[in-house]
């Protein structure tokens, strides 16, 4: 049912490959799709993928840099797939063990790995051993503990058999009575399939019936509490219980029943709590003359305050949760035994263990948070190099700290080298040539200094030669058509028209407040294109990525007018807010454009770097979360304040203590 | 009156020669005092210790040997296939390459030299780490090219090779530069000589762009080599490196069985 199996070494040579019956298609796209997205951006903590219809696991050979690939159908829901990968590398190790340690790929290129039969039998196993578990059903009742308990009360009791003739008269023991007989047709059909359970066969009947009477009881009890009408028949079953067997004492039960009915207090609560709500929706009608006089303190602010305190204690909850689990393995050594363990690390071979990697992980975690990386992207790192790392065999003189530190400085370089090329000229050039405006669009949160950043961006785009159109989309925010009308005045006096062949080389494009965003951005690239601009910057309104409306109008301004590059502007000082922002945006984007391939964020704009001294994190978190590549930094507010960035400086910065 | 600064000044020479008179007089009683062939010892142990030092600084600033020939390009060129037909003469498969792999390679040569063949990564991501690694242990490197898609990739090609040939290390040892465009197998692949008639009209372009592009944030600023000639149109005749247009196909014509064409890839590699 597997639709392909192959095995290839982290340099590319594929070793060994198998492909189900009937599969035409060879698998090297999903493969490489598979490599592409989560082995090369660093998410490999969790081992599977899905591409188009195809559901691919994997796993990471890292002594012999290995990678072992399944895929299968996604509709198919396979149990055995990850138990069966473990096998087969397990498998495929030791039986090419001589060719895989030789260093060098000239081993592997000239040997031949005829894995076909031992695949075959793993596969058989894996797949019969599926079947024979079948579906999980439910304990029977023999196999559970109530049996084995009222199998040694029955033997002092006497009172079974009258509890029996008294099943038929309640409606809620025929209904017991019914799925008493279920069980019993079930372990009468298992009783025949299993012999253990042929000698509990003769207890039935009176394992039911003190089923039964147990669940009476409480019934009773229940029914005590509240006014119904038949008094009469529910005392007698509890007086006649003390002769048959001793009363148990329930520690929170309490002698009498009466304790147990919580029927009133619940009903009078639920009505005490709804009376009060209603109280609160009447007061807002209130609130306009409750502003007069001194402000209110912070309490009185009822429902609000609680809700909100209630969800910051879910979410706290949640990170205390996602905080234990993360740091749940805490290594149980001795002194004694820590110290010949780290003797034992220095010299010689050892292969890296999970326990061993646990401490150093957690510290880099913790120091990767304290950096301003986000904390969830933190532990995703974690993760990702723990599985790269697993089962490495490391050098002599080399501790586990030094590797770990090490694979994270590596991962963190190749997150924040761009995944394609990245050259704003070369590409403005390439639109001049095809006589058309090349369009950037600058969207983000607001005050992250878009505004700013698209006048700095300008300047730099004059300095090289390019003529600018500045489109004032930003209808909403009082001063913005000013703000990008001063930075126009400026720009152009300290280039003047008369070096640029009398034309103005930077043109503001404006219809004023309160108009439609996406209609000025659609007539501003007209205008461009009529008078030949090389470049138009859509300068957007600030929004929060919660609030739909202004989403929804954001992405209806860059499905409609196809910008060539959109630009997300987030500040460095953001923590764990970026992943939430960048997240929402891209959402946004993705789900109100009406073509196939929407247009998603092309890059990201990273500014007042200059405020972060080291804890250069919120590159790492917006890099991660959206595979795009820092396009310009702004470190400080006049026009030369735009820089590129350079990833090992980052990372440096970043690793330091 | 000229005498007076004159004694004052010999009062004060012989003043601060006093505290360090004590000074000298104890150190000199106690040289005496030790035995004269420990002293002996000491001597050639800080002479052992000073000679090691320097040895050892000499050894590490020389030049790193340079005996790997790297095969470089963008993702998706058949380097990893070219690498296995030069070792091998096999077909094998391939998939996305994570990291380097390296093997002893011997020339067709009546030398019979031998170097490393080093095939590097090609994903975005990866190639700069990997370049940064090997890169001082090149004598030559072989460019990859998918002269299929060259069109489309035109201006990544470009940009890869001009992040090559700008690099310190580089222009400093000057590697031979051999540009294999791969995949003539299939029929719109591009001529060797179309391509580099358009990757020099290319880097033409680059040389402007990429000087003009911003400095990164900590201030250190682009590569600062300029290629070619100023004031001339870019040609790789202009470049101190030698550097060599050939075609070849790492798959072969007659499918994934039989031979690859790469007997100029050979050729040239044996001339190294």
């Not at chain 1, 409606?171 to 007989?181: I, S, Y």
């Not at chain 1, 119904?228 to 048959?244: D, F, I, L, R, T």
């Not at chain 1, 008369?498 to 951005?521: N, S, T």
């Not at chain 2, 998939?95 to 390679?105: L, R």
Request: charged share 25%; aromatic share 6%; proline share 3%.
């Amino acid at each position: 049912m597997l639709d392909f199996f192959t095995i290839f070494s982290k340099g590319g040579i594929v070793l060994w490959c198998f492909q189900g019956t009937g599969v035409t298609e060879s698998f090297t796209g999903p493969v490489n799709a598979l490599i592409r997205s989560v082995i090369l951006q660093e998410r490999s903590g969790n081992n599977s993928y899905s591409h188009d219809a195809l559901s691919l696991k994997y796993k990471l050979d890292n002594e012999f840099e290995l990678v072992f690939v399944v895929g299968f159908q996604k509709i198919l829901t396979l149990t055995y797939v990850d138990k069966f990968i473990d096998d087969v590398q397990l498998h495929f190790r030791d039986r090419y063990k001589n060719e895989l340690e030789q260093k060098g790929a000239l081993a592997l290129l000239n040997s031949h790995f005829a894995f076909e039969d031992d695949f075959k039998m793993l596969l058989r196993e894996a797949e019969e051993s599926s079947k024979a578990r079948g579906p999980t059903s439910m304990r029977s009742f023999n196999a559970s503990l109530k049996s084995q308990k009222t199998v040694k009360s029955m033997i002092e009791t006497k009172g079974g058999d009258k509890g029996k003739e008294q099943g038929g008269k309640k409606n809620k023991n025929a209904k017991k009575e019914a799925p008493a007989a279920e069980p019993v047709k079930g372990e009468k059909a298992k009783a025949s399939t299993s012999a253990q359970k042929t000698e509990e066969n003769g207890n039935q009947g009176l394992t039911q019936e003190e089923i039964i009477q147990k669940k009476r009881e409480e019934f009773i009890r229940k029914r005590m509490g509240a006014p119904v009408e038949k008094p009469s028949k529910s005392p007698k079953p509890v007086k006649e219980k003390p002769k048959g067997k001793e009363k148990r004492v329930w520690t929170l039960g309490g002698s009498s029943t009466k304790e147990l009915d919580y029927s009133q207090s619940n009903g009078n609560g639920a009505h005490a709590a709804g009376d009060q709500g209603l109280d609160a929706q009447a007061d807002p009608g209130m609130q306009l003359s409750s502003m007069k006089g001194d402000l209110l303190a912070v309490d009185y602010e009822s429902s609000e305050g609680e809700e909100e305190e209630e969800e910051e204690e879910e979410e706290d909850a949640v990170e205390r949760v996602v905080v234990a689990d993360t740091s749940k393995k805490i290594p149980k050594k001795g002194a004694f035994g820590g110290m010949f363990g780290m003797l034992k690390g220095l010299v010689g071979s050892k292969s890296l263990s999970q326990e061993d990697m646990e401490p150093v992980l957690d510290k880099m975690r913790d120091h990767l948070i304290a950096k301003n990386v986000a904390a969830e992207i933190a532990s995703q790192l974690c993760d990702s190099v723990a599985k790269k790392l697993e089962g490495k065999v490391m050098g002599t003189f080399t501790t586990v700290a030094s590797t770990v530190k090490g694979a994270l400085q590596d991962s963190l370089v190749q997150i924040l080298q761009p995944k394609r090329r990245v050259d704003i000229l070369r590409d403005v050039l390439e639109a001049r040539s095809q006589r058309r405006p090349f369009v950037i669009t600058f969207c983000g949160v607001n005050g992250v200094g878009k505004s700013t950043n698209l006048a700095k961006i300008s300047f730099w785009l004059i300095e090289n030669g390019f003529t600018v159109l500045i489109a004032a989309c930003d209808t909403f925010r009082a001063g913005a058509v000013e703000q990008l009308r001063t930075h126009q005045r400026r720009l152009n006096s300290l280039h003047p028209p008369q070096d640029h062949g009398g034309r103005p080389i930077v043109q503001l494009y404006e219809k004023g407040y309160g108009k439609d965003a996406a209609g000025i951005a659609m007539e501003a690239i007209a205008y461009a294109r009529n008078q030949a601009f090389d470049v138009v910057l859509v300068d957007t309104a600030g929004r929060m990525q919660d609030n739909t409306p202004l989403m929804t109008a954001l992405a209806k301004l860059i499905a409609v007018n196809m910008p060539d590059l959109v630009l997300f502007v987030g500040e460095a000082l953001v923590g764990n807010e970026a992943v939430d922002q960048l997240v929402k945006f891209n959402q946004a984007l993705a789900d109100h454009s009406m073509s196939d391939k929407p247009r998603l964020i092309d890059g990201i704009v990273l500014t007042k770097f200059d405020t972060i001294d080291d804890k250069v994190g919120a590159a790492i978190s917006m890099t991660y979360i959206t595979g795009q590549p820092i396009v310009f930094v702004g470190t400080g507010q006049t026009y030369n304040d735009l820089r590129s960035l350079n990833a090992r400086a980052v990372v440096g910065a970043l690793m330091k203590a | 009156m000229a005498t007076e600064p004159g004694i004052n000044m010999e009062a004060k020479i012989d003043a601060r020669e006093n505290p360090f008179e004590p000074y000298l007089d104890a150190l000199k009683k106690v040289l005496e005092d030790q035995d004269p062939i420990f002293m002996i010892g000491i001597v050639v142990s800080l002479a052992v210790v000073v000679i090691t030092v320097v040895f050892l600084k000499y050894i590490l600033s020389r030049k790193t040997v340079q005996s790997a020939v790297l095969l470089v390009g963008l993702c998706d060129s058949g380097k990893t296939l070219l690498f296995s037909r030069l070792l091998s003469g096999k077909f094998k498969k391939t998939q996305t390459s994570i990291t380097d792999s390296s093997a002893p390679y011997k020339a067709k040569n009546e030398r019979g030299s031998s170097w490393i063949l080093i095939d590097l990564p090609g994903h975005d991501s990866l190639r700069p780490q990997y370049v940064e690694k090997f890169k001082s242990a090149a004598r030559a490197m072989v460019f990859v090219v998918d002269s299929a898609i060259f069109q489309k990739e035109v201006r990544d090609v470009a940009e890869f090779l001009y992040f090559l040939l700008t690099d310190s290390v580089v222009s400093r040892n000057v590697p031979s530069l051999i540009v294999a465009c791969n995949k003539q197998d299939i029929t719109m692949a591009k001529s060797a000589k179309l391509i580099r008639q358009q990757l020099e009209k290319e880097m033409n372009t680059l040389r402007v762009t990429r000087s003009a592009a911003l400095s990164a944030q900590d201030g250190s600023a682009g590569a600062s080599v300029h290629l070619g000639k100023k004031g001339k149109d870019f040609e790789f005749s202009q470049l101190p490196m030698k550097v060599e247009f050939l075609e070849c196909s790492a798959r072969g014509s007659k499918g994934e069985d039989g031979e690859a064409d790469i007997a100029s890839l050979e050729k040239s590699l044996a001339k190294l």
